[in-house]
């Protein structure tokens, strides 16, 4: 079945810091990944896709089928980067299979 | 991109009574979904809904416990009915984009169950 991990339920880091959040996958195929964020008060947004290999807000995310991730990273931290991370793999009827999330705390 | 709300935003339900949740996209989609996400908990899939079709439920939610209409390409309804705090939830709607399977959420409806 197909399934994402996201073994941090928190992660704290200093502004300016590298961040990565990190998912792992289960999935027999290509899979297509995808990141949401959740900024507090705010609903769900899709932040990056892995077929598209962009950067939004400074944050990229590989595809590394060998280790079977696709881990989250920015190279400096922002204090507006603060908020809850989401992980997901579609399932064979096009909905998402989320992980368990991260919250992302970015202190000054 | 299409914009998509949902109302109530929220609200306080009594035990056993029903709620229903409307979500609306201001241009049509073929795809809609319905999600819960329990407090402090991830998002967990309830339903698909296709205009046209009967709507296909997860493991574990059933369709007397919550009813789904979806009348046409825009517009989609959930009924949470006799209600217990253990539905006490954030429920959201969604839809599938044009790309491959990216989903855009709506604001979500916070139900609360006393």
């Known amino acids: 079945a197909q399934r994402v991990t996201q073994p941090e339920k928190l992660l704290s880091v200093f502004k300016g810091a590298p961040v990565e959040l990190k998912c792992n996958y289960s999935y027999s195929g290509s899979p297509e990944l995808f990141w949401y964020v959740q900024y507090s008060r705010q609903r769900l947004q899709l932040l990056l896709r892995?077929?598209s290999r962009e950067s939004i807000k400074g944050f990229t995310a590989d595809l590394n089928k060998g280790e079977t991730s696709f881990h989250l990273k920015k190279p400096f931290a922002q204090e507006e980067d603060s908020a809850m991370y989401y992980c997901a793999l579609p399932n064979s009827g096009y909905a998402l299979n989320f992980g368990k999330g991260t919250s992302l705390l970015v202190t000054p | 991109s299409a914009v998509i709300s949902q109302k109530p935003s929220r609200d306080i339900c009594q035990r056993g009574t029903s709620l229903t949740i409307q979500c609306q996209v201001d241009s049509q989609v073929t795809m809609m979904f319905w999600y819960r996400q329990q407090p402090g908990q991830s998002l967990t899939l309830i339903a698909t809904a296709n205009q046209g079709s009967e709507a296909t439920y997860e493991s574990g939610f059933v369709i007397d416990k919550f009813p789904i209409s979806r009348p046409n390409l825009t517009f989609s309804t959930l009924t949470v009915s006799n209600m217990s705090p253990e539905d006490s939830s954030i429920y959201l709607c969604s839809f599938k984009g044009t790309g491959f399977f990216e989903q855009y959420f709506g604001p979500g409806t916070r139900l609360t169950v006393t």
């Open positions: 892995h077929i």
